[in-house]
């Protein structure tokens, strides 16, 4: 199995910027995909982004171009950098690990998950 833990939510001003960690420990960690996810009460999962094990990233037009994930492999760490941020942003951030060999976009195809961080943007 895998354990999650993030870290690095908080507040932030509007149009700031914002690094959330992302630890793994377990197993394996350098052949999953690592995504990342945000939640606001009341909607659904939303998808915000992913890397995969050739360090290939993607991210859903809806995210706007302001955000980046990166993973080093020695430290069993996902990182999710966000910046210009915006009130709509605001929710809970969980990273979540998967084993397909492909580019997963549903929180289905996701095994394991941390219990999240809150992220809060002022406007």
């Known amino acids: 199995q895998v354990h999650l833990v993030e870290s690095g939510g908080g507040l932030v001003q509007a149009g700031g910027s914002l690094r959330l960690s992302c630890l793994a420990s377990?197993?394996?960690?350098?052949?999953?995909?690592m995504g990342w996810f945000r939640q606001v009460p009341g909607k659904e999962r939303e998808f915000v982004g992913l890397?995969?094990?050739?360090?290939?990233?993607y991210f859903p037009r809806s995210m706007g171009g302001r955000f980046a994930i990166s993973r080093d492999n020695a430290k069993n760490t996902v990182y999710l950098e966000m910046s210009d941020l915006k009130a709509d942003d605001t929710g809970v951030y969980y990273c979540?690990?998967?084993?397909?060999?492909?580019?997963?976009?549903?929180?289905?195809?996701?095994?394991?998950w941390g219990q999240g961080t809150q992220v809060t943007v002022s406007s």
């Open positions: 979540a690990s998967s084993s397909s060999a492909s580019m997963p976009v549903k929180e289905h195809e996701y095994n394991f």
């Open positions: 890397i995969n094990s050739d360090y290939a990233t």
């Open positions: 377990g197993r394996t960690f350098s052949s999953d995909v």
